[in-house]
């Protein structure tokens, strides 16, 4: 089993940067598919970005290309979101989910969730 806990959200101007990151407890971490996802209010929560056990591998949302980073750091058991030019409509509240399949946009693949963190873009 795997816990994960998000942090690093906060409130930030249009244009701004933020630095997501996933604490995951657990001998597995490194042998997951890592992926951030994200939930606007009165939105389906949708994919942000994901990476592969090692880090070789991503994938992003077209939305969030160029714009976001996703990096992990197996020795800290720790996933990052690096997220540059924030704009109004990333405003969400943004989890990270694992899964044992490779890198996937679907949210069913993913088993274990964080409890999220707020993201809030002013313009």
């Known amino acids: 089993q795997v816990q994960l806990v998000e942090s690093g959200g906060g409130l930030v101007q249009a244009g701004g940067s933020l630095r997501l990151s996933c604490a995951a407890s657990?001998?597995?971490?490194?042998?997951?598919?890592m992926g951030w996802f994200r939930q606007a209010p009165g939105k389906e929560r949708e994919f942000v970005a994901a990476?592969?056990?090692?880090?070789?591998?991503?994938v992003y949302a077209d939305s969030v290309k160029g714009r976001f980073t996703i990096s992990r750091n197996n020795t800290k058991n720790t996933l990052y979101l690096q997220m540059n030019s924030l704009r109004p409509e990333d405003t969400a509240v943004y989890y990270c989910?694992?899964?044992?399949?490779?890198?996937?946009?679907?949210?069913?693949?993913?088993?274990?969730w964080g409890q999220g963190t707020q993201v809030t873009v002013s313009s």
């Open positions: 657990g001998r597995t971490f490194s042998s997951c598919t």
């Open positions: 989910a694992t899964t044992a399949r490779a890198p996937t946009m679907n949210r069913y693949e993913y088993v274990y």
């Open positions: 990476i592969s056990r090692r880090g070789g591998s991503t």
